[in-house]
């Protein structure tokens, strides 16, 4: 057996258990939550009982930044975040537009080195658990938190991203995690060698997927709804994936249905322009199909856009003036949300560049405003 196995044995655990995560201290923990495993490893998972200067929800880039920017200007600064640190960006396997990293940072990279900045700087960190609502109260902004605590703070930061939009086929949903992975493939990828694997869709971060995947994958399969890459794709990655010889890319393609028994094995597909039917064998296939933005648990005075986005500052005046419900004399500052305090960067925000570069200096943008709305001439 190997030493996985072996491991797995002395634990004490089956399969019917996974996973399974054994500590350093012989401690076993067996399909542990988030929260869970956070406590395990000494991370903080509720909040402090004071008021805190600002509440930044998401540890992105978009909010990490603001934990580095907020808590080395002095602010009491406390981040939640319930999944991973570092967002999307995290899942990404090399970024290589980002400043100052000229041959390309792995996400996780990116991350870490982000998380302990702000760490650092004395930021307090609120694992495991999403925020699911936020209230007023008199000049406090009141964040509840699944499991029932409440995070008080004087201003905050939305910086909850966006998640991955579904492919809606519940015979493939049924498979998500085996087989059917939603996102990049920075972690599956080792586990692709030699197999025929599929990304369905056609911008950046399905492009930089296959090419990831091809590393290791005997063949790698681009569904494109299109007729081109040009369009939703960086230049250089269209050159990478046209000159990758395992990656070959099908345009007009849409997944209409797949399955497998226990994991999936098979993918039928559209042709739009023939209307043909196929059903190919199947190892894998990583779907990068756009974002929704995860505002769903925001209250209805904070103003969004149709698809959910967050309207911030200028885009919040219609006709020079302030839209109706605004409370104050003074216009929304620059990243300000319609609730006055409460301030939205990155990804999540109506009209925001889809950037890991962006989402950071929104991010430190945020904080210099924080700072002048605490001063309490913009209140
Ligand atoms: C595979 C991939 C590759 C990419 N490659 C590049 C690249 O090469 N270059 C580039 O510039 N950009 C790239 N991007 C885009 C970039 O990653 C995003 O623009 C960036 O991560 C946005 O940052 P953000 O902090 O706004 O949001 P996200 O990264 O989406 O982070 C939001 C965070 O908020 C958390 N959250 C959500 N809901 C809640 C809640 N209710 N309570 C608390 N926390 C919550 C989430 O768990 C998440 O950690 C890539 C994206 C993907 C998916």
């Known amino acids: 057996a190997g030493p996985g196995k072996v491991l797995l044995e002395q634990a004490g655990a089956t399969a019917a258990t996974l996973p399974v995560v054994i500590m350093f201290d012989g401690r076993v923990l067996e399909n542990p939550s988030n929260t869970q495993l956070a406590e395990a ?12 200067d600002v509440a930044v929800i998401g540890a992105g880039p978009a909010g990490l930044a603001a934990a580095v920017y907020g808590a080395s200007e002095g602010l009491s600064t406390v981040v939640l975040e319930p999944e991973a640190i570092g967002g999307q960006a995290g899942t990404s396997s090399r ?20 998380y302990t900045q702000a760490w650092n700087f004395g930021a307090d960190y609120v694992y495991g658990n999403p925020a699911t609502g936020l209230r007023t109260q008199g000049p406090e902004r009141v964040v509840t938190v699944a499991g029932g605590d409440e995070v008080r703070s004087r201003a905050v930061i939305i910086a909850t991203g966006v998640s991955y939009r579904r492919l809606g086929i519940p015979s493939l949903d049924a498979l998500t995690g085996a087989g ?5 493939a920075t972690s599956e990828a080792k586990a692709m060698k030699d197999r025929q694997v599929f990304v369905v869709g056609g911008a950046n971060s399905a492009g930089q997927a296959a090419v990831h995947l091809a590393r290791y994958a005997a063949r790698v399969t681009m569904l494109v709804r299109g007729q081109s890459l040009a369009d939703s794709m960086s230049e250089y990655l269209v050159k990478e994936i046209t ?7 099908r345009y007009n393609a849409v997944v209409t249905g797949g399955g497998g028994t226990g994991r999936l094995e098979s993918l039928t597909l559209l042709d739009q322009a023939s209307g043909a039917i196929q059903t190919v064998p199947a190892a894998a296939v990583f779907v990068l199909i756009g974002a929704e933005p995860r505002t769903q648990w925001l209250p209805d005075g904070i103003r969004r856009d149709r698809w959910g986005f967050v309207v911030t500052g200028p885009d919040l005046m219609a006709g020079g ?16 949300s319609s609730l006055p305090g409460v301030f939205a960067v990155g990804d999540v925000r109506c009209g925001s560049v889809k950037r890991v570069a962006s989402a950071v200096g929104e991010g430190s943008v945020a904080i210099r405003l924080v700072h002048d709305y605490l001063r309490g001439n913009r209140n």
Do not use: C, H, K
Request: hydrophobic fraction near 40%.
């Open 95 to 114: 970024i290589r537009n980002y400043l100052g990293f000229p041959t390309g940072v792995s996400g996780e990279d990116l991350a870490v080195r982000a």
């Open 180 to 184: 059917v992975f939603y996102g990049a």
């Open 243 to 249: 000159s990758t010889p395992n990656i070959a890319v």
């Open 41 to 52: 490893i000494g991370m903080r998972t509720s909040p402090g009982p004071g008021l805190y």
């Open 321 to 336: 003036y302030p839209a109706e419900g605004w409370p104050l004399q003074r216009a929304p500052m620059l990243l300000e």
